[in-house]
């Protein structure tokens, strides 16, 4: 076919497919798109994914490729790579931006794809995922609450908080209208006088000398 009838895209395509970087270059420096998606949604980064071509797929993403152009069975270049098991082009595909959380169609990652014996890749892609979204850890429990505060250490009471909270009793006792005769009281007794007013008189014979007395 000559190729003055075959397209940009699929010139483009061939470059990369074959590694050619300088013709790549060349084509993008004419106007060639390196985010064009073609057939089934493959784009050139995938191509160059696919064919483990590193020089062209930084090429490519640095001239406005994506790291995570989906084909059309949601295969982001990311998933290829792990696919393919090639470490340098997951870290040149991550180095640009690429998710490595994506999901394909039927909801895998690219570390699902990976295979179990590739262990640098798998450490660069679980590095990539970074810790769990949500509540649950990988191993599938919920992390243990938080600790609660301490609860501080009782205070000790001294002789001048007792002496405080007497004077406040006190105090309390005149706002309400009671006459007072003496200091802090201990026991308080009650009692109706022949008028029908409610009395008071409280000993304080136990903290110091005098009694209370009031009407309530």
Do not use: Y
């Amino acid at each position: 076919m000559p190729l003055n009838i075959i397209s940009q895209p699929e010139l483009l395509t061939t470059a990369v497919c074959r590694g050619d970087l300088a013709r790549v270059r060349e084509m993008l420096d004419h106007g060639a798109s390196a985010g064009v998606s073609g057939q089934h949604g493959l784009s050139p980064v995938h191509w160059a994914v696919q064919m483990g071509h590193v020089d062209v797929l930084k090429l490519l993403l640095a001239r406005g490729g994506s790291a995570n152009d989906a084909t059309n069975e949601g295969l982001t270049p990311l998933h290829m790579a792990a696919r393919e098991g090639d470490v340098d082009v997951a870290r040149a595909l991550l180095a640009a931006g690429g998710d490595a959380r994506a999901r394909s169609r039927d909801k895998k990652t690219p570390l699902d794809l990976a295979d179990d014996d590739e262990a640098e890749l798998l450490r660069l892609l679980r590095d990539a995922v970074g810790p769990p979204r949500g509540k649950f850890s990988f191993a599938g429990r919920a992390p243990p609450p938080a600790a609660a505060p301490a609860a501080p250490p009782p205070t000790a009471v001294g002789p001048e908080a007792v002496a405080a909270a007497q004077w406040r009793a006190i105090q309390a006792v005149r706002r309400h209208g009671a006459a007072l005769a003496a200091a802090p009281f201990a026991t308080r007794t009650f009692a109706t006088d022949p008028s029908g007013t409610r009395t008071f008189a409280t000993d304080t014979s136990d903290l110091g000398s005098g009694t209370l007395r009031g009407s309530l």
